[in-house]
């Protein structure tokens, strides 16, 4: 059964870096059965795909946030990290991690997301 767990702090201040692990169990990040997502939802509106790594560690990026998003990895532990820089409010929602099968482009399985809240 493959579990996604994400890790991070729930309060972040204005113009700081978000920093959010997600650790994944009964799978491995390095086998191109999977890519790693990282997901947001904002408060009142919907799903807001940010990035993807893929087995090989290639990150891939929402245009909107490209200049100041940044996922890498931990092979050794397993994880992979995202990095959102210069926050606003506006960033603030509940963040997942997700499992995106390969062969059929679905979310097969999620972590249980994490309320980050920017503010002073």
């Known amino acids: 059964q493959v579990q996604l767990q994400e890790s991070g702090p729930g309060l972040v201040k204005p113009s700081q870096t978000l920093s959010l692990t997600c650790s994944v169990s009964?799978?491995?990040?390095?086998?191109?059965?999977?890519?790693w997502a990282w997901i947001r939802q904002p408060p009142g509106k919907g799903l807001e795909w940010m990035g993807t790594i893929d087995a090989r560690g290639s990150a891939y990026y929402n245009p909107s946030l490209v200049s100041r998003t940044s996922i890498s990895r931990d092979t050794s532990k397993n994880q992979f990290t995202l990095q959102l820089r210069s926050v606003t409010p506006e960033d603030t929602a509940v963040y997942y991690c997700?499992?995106?099968?390969?062969?059929?482009?679905?979310?097969?399985?999620w972590g249980q997301g994490t309320q980050v809240t920017v503010s002073s």
């Open positions: 997700a499992a995106e099968n390969t062969d059929t482009a679905e979310y097969d399985y």
């Open positions: 009964g799978a491995s990040i390095t086998t191109n059965t999977d890519y």
